[in-house]
C-alpha cells in the first residue's frame, strides 16, 4: 500500500503537467492542428490579449519563414497560478530526468515572479541582447528606472510592456455618494467608500499586491521625508509601515468584496458593482475603453495617484528546456520590435496596431515615444519615462516584505473580513471613538520588524509551519475588530 502511494505522488503531477497544454489550452483554438509548428505560452494575459499577439506573430512568422505557426496559450488564471503550474512542471520534470516543464514561453506578470523563477534557473538566456543590442545602451531600455528593474542582469527575463497602478472609479457612483473623484490612495479609506471597494485577493494576484506596495512605499517615503535629522530612521520607518497598513485596514474595510482575479475589479466598477478599485493601469484603461461614448467620455475612469506608483514592467522570457526554444526565442524579439510594440498602443486598424481592440499599454522602447510612433500611442501623452522621474522605488524599504506582505493583507483583511466590516460599521456610527480606534488599529503582530524576520522566516518553512502562522495572526485580527465594536458600541 505504501509503495501504491508513493507511485501515485509522483505519477499525480507528472500527469498534471501531460495534461496541463490540453486542460489550461486558450479555447481560441481554430488553426491549431493545421498549424506545421505550434509554440506553448503560459500567460495570465486576457483573450483580447492573446488574440492580438498570437495572430500578429503567426503572420509575421509565415511572412518570414514560410511556416504557419499556432500560438498554444495555457491560461490557468494570474500570475501566482501559473508560477504554480511552472512549478510543478519543472518539479516533475526533474523527478523525470528532464531539463524543462513541457512550456516554451512565460509571458506577462511581474517582475518579482520572473526574478524568483529566474534565480530558480527555469529560464534561458535570451537572444535579444546579442541580436539586438541597438535596443539597449543610450536612449534605449534601460536596465532600472526609478527603483525598478526593467530587465534581468543576466538577461534570463525582460520586461516588453510598462505597467503602474491606481485607481479605477465609476463617475456614476461617485455623484450617487457625493464623493469628488479620488486623486490619491487615502481617498479610499474614506468612509463614504464603505462597501464601496473592489479589491482582489493579494494570495492570488501579485499585481493587487504590487499595489498595495505602492501605497506602502509611498507612506514610507512621506515619513522619511518629514522626519527630523535627529530621529532614527529605522523608527521612522517603521512608523511609516503601520501609518500604511491603518489606510490598508480602512481600504480593506470599505472593500465590498476581495475576488481571485484583478481583471474583475474594473469591470465590476464599470458595471456599477463597486464604486472604484485598486487596478493595473492597462485593466483600467481597457475598460474605460469598451465605455466610450460618442463624445468621447466614460463612466469608468482611471488615474494614477501622484507619485503614489512606480513605472514597472510586464517581462517575457524563455522557459528552460523550451521545446520549441527557437521560435520562442523569435515570439520574444517579435514582442519586442516596433511592430509588436505598436500593438500594445495604437488604435485598431493602425499600421502597426492591433486589429480587434485599442490594448492600452504603453511600451518599453523609449524611442518610439517621438515622432510618428508616439503620435499613433492612444496613451502617449502619458510619457511614462516622465512619470518614472516623479517616484523611486526603495527596493531596500519593502523589496524583501513582498511575500509578507500578501499574507499580512490576507489576514488582516480577507479572513477576518466580516469581523472587520462590522467594527467598521460601528466605528461609524459611533464617530469613531478613541479606544475603539486604537484597538481596530492595533498592527503590532505584523510589526515591520516583524515582518522582515518571524513572518519572513516562518512562511519559508513548511506548508504547516504557514498555514500555523496565518491561524494565528488572523485569530489576533478577529479578536481586535470584535473588541473594536464592542467598545465603539459603548462610546468608548
Known sequence: MKTWKKIALILAPLAGVVAAPLVLRDNESEGADEAELRLDVITPHTETLRREFGEAFAEYWEKKTGQ????????????????????????????????????DVFFGGGAFDFARQAKLGRF?????????????????????????????????????????????YNTDLLEDRGLSPPVSWDDLGDPGYVRGIALAD??????????????????????????????????????????????IQRIGANARYFTDSSAKIPRDVAQGNAVAGMCIDFYGRTTSETLKKADGS????????????????????????????????????????????M????????????????????PIRPDLYQGETLAAMIDGAAMPFEQAKKFSYDRKLT??????????????????????????DALIEAGFPEEAQA?????????????????????????????????????????????????????R
Not at 503614489?308 to 522557459?319: C, E, M, Q, R, T
Not at 520588524?449 to 495572526?473: C, F, H, P, W, Y
Open 399 to 424: 523589496g524583501h516584505l513582498f511575500s509578507p506582505l500578501k499574507v499580512i493583507i490576507r489576514v488582516m483583511c480577507i479572513d477576518s473580513h466580516d469581523e472587520m466590516k462590522e467594527a467598521w
Open 202 to 247: 493579494t494570495t492570488k494576484s501579485s499585481s493587487v499586491t504590487k499595489s498595495f506596495e505602492m501605497l506602502v512605499q509611498q507612506k514610507i517615503q512621506q515619513e522619511l521625508a518629514g522626519a527630523d535629522a535627529e530621529e532614527d530612521r529605522a523608527v521612522v520607518i517603521a512608523r511609516g509601515w503601520e501609518t500604511s497598513l491603518n489606510l
Open 343 to 362: 500593438l500594445w498602443t495604437a488604435a485598431p486598424g493602425s499600421t502597426p496596431g492591433p486589429r480587434y481592440r485599442a490594448l492600452r499599454r504603453l
Open 68 to 103: 504557419s505557426v499556432y500560438v498554444n496559450y495555457l491560461v490557468p488564471g494570474g500570475t501566482s497560478e501559473c508560477v504554480r503550474v511552472i512549478s510543478n512542471g519543472f518539479e516533475a520534470a526533474e523527478e523525470r530526468g528532464e531539463p524543462g516543464c513541457g512550456i
Open 298 to 341: 466614460s463612466r469608468l475612469q482611471y488615474i494614477m495617484p501622484p507619485g503614489g506608483s512606480s513605472i514597472s514592467v510586464d517581462p517575457v522570457a524563455v522557459l528552460a528546456g523550451a521545446p520549441h526554444a527557437d521560435l520562442a526565442q523569435a515570439f520574444v524579439e517579435f514582442i519586442l520590435s516596433e511592430e509588436g510594440q
Open 439 to 491: 484597538r481596530f488599529f492595533d498592527v503590532s503582530a505584523v510589526s515591520y520588524d516583524k515582518a522582515g524576520r518571524q513572518i519572513k522566516s516562518t512562511l519559508k518553512k513548511s506548508k504547516v509551519d504557514s498555514v500555523k502562522l496565518m491561524n494565528e495572526l488572523g485569530s489576533f485580527f478577529r479578536a481586535n475588530y470584535r473588541e473594536a465594536r464592542r467598545l465603539a458600541e459603548e462610546g
Open 124 to 168: 534561458q538566456k535570451l537572444r535579444i541582447f546579442e541580436n539586438h543590442p541597438e535596443l539597449f545602451g543610450a536612449g534605449g531600455i534601460p536596465a532600472t528606472l526609478g527603483g525598478e528593474t526593467f530587465y534581468d542582469p543576466e538577461h534570463e527575463w525582460i520586461g516588453c510592456v510598462l505597467s503602474s497602478f491606481g485607481i479605477c
